[in-house]
């Protein structure tokens, strides 16, 4: 364990705060279709994550539970004594952990496109989490980023989301991205969902690499969740269909407790 960093953090809006956390490899900008239109009820806050964007690079660790400390932190030195947390895949898993190191400080919880353990299991969890590691080992991160952004946007129409995800991923570093992955890799909270008393909403995408069932079965583990499914969609929800994510988010933050 480390001391908690100091994170840079996209702002926008007015009123009560809304943090909203990022995926491996990505930063803030991949919420950039979500955050305009929360901002009109929501401060909205968009932390990078240790060592990725704008945030310091350390010697680590890179493990979700350390990132969750620094959101924490975060929260601490900004007054914020609690808040829905949104997580986006990895984000996903540092929202979990904080839902179970701070529950005070969680008062909604969204887990987008995640699951609850990140351990390979099958031999296609095995073999995507060898492609990743020999991909940003011998080509670096854009080429990995190209790769990532073919599988994730693979529309004519979609371009422009190629093109940021790549040139995103070209500023990673090959060293945080392969300790997070790895850390992602023995990272897992199956045991405690029943411990998460945050009312939940968790999304999933028809075609994700999570399977559907798996992410409806995570949702029907926690004691007070729902779930909701995204057609057609893929992993990178929040650029993809941030508009309708957006709309999601503002049903669930908007209905009572119960």
Avoid: K
């Avoid at 364990?1 to 009123?15: C, D, H, N, V, Y």
């Avoid at 028809?206 to 069932?213: I, S």
């Amino acid at each position: 364990m480390s001391a908690p960093l100091t994170l840079f953090a996209q702002r926008q809006g007015e009123g009560p705060p809304l943090l909203l956390l990022h995926g491996l490899g990505a930063d803030h900008r991949d919420w950039r279709e979500v955050v305009p239109q929360l901002a009109s009820h929501y401060h909205v806050i968009a932390p990078d994550l240790r060592g990725h964007g704008a945030s310091p690079r350390s010697p680590g660790p890179y493990t979700p539970w350390q990132m969750a400390r620094d959101i924490r932190a975060l929260m601490e030195a900004e007054g914020i004594a609690a808040a829905p947390v949104v997580g986006h895949s990895m984000g996903g898993a540092v929202a979990m952990s904080l839902a179970l190191l701070a529950p005070e400080r969680v008062s909604r919880l969204v887990i987008a496109n995640s699951v609850p353990g990140f351990r390979p299991q099958r031999p296609r969890e095995l073999g995507e989490v060898a492609l990743r590691l020999l991909m940003i080992a011998t080509l670096g991160p854009r080429r990995l980023g190209a790769l990532m952004a073919r599988r994730n946007f693979p529309d004519a129409g979609q371009s422009g989301l190629r093109a940021l995800v790549e040139e995103r991923s070209a500023a990673n570093s090959r060293c945080v991205y392969m300790a997070s992955l790895l850390a992602l890799t023995r990272w897992s909270v199956r045991e405690r969902l029943g411990e998460i008393s945050a009312p939940a909403l968790v999304i999933a995408s028809e075609n994700d690499y999570f399977p559907v069932a798996d992410v409806r079965s995570f949702a029907e583990a926690l004691p007070h969740a729902r779930f909701e499914m995204v057609p057609g969609a893929r992993h990178g929800l929040p650029l993809e269909r941030g508009e309708l994510l957006a709309g999601l988010l503002r049903d669930f933050l908007d209905a009572p407790a119960g």
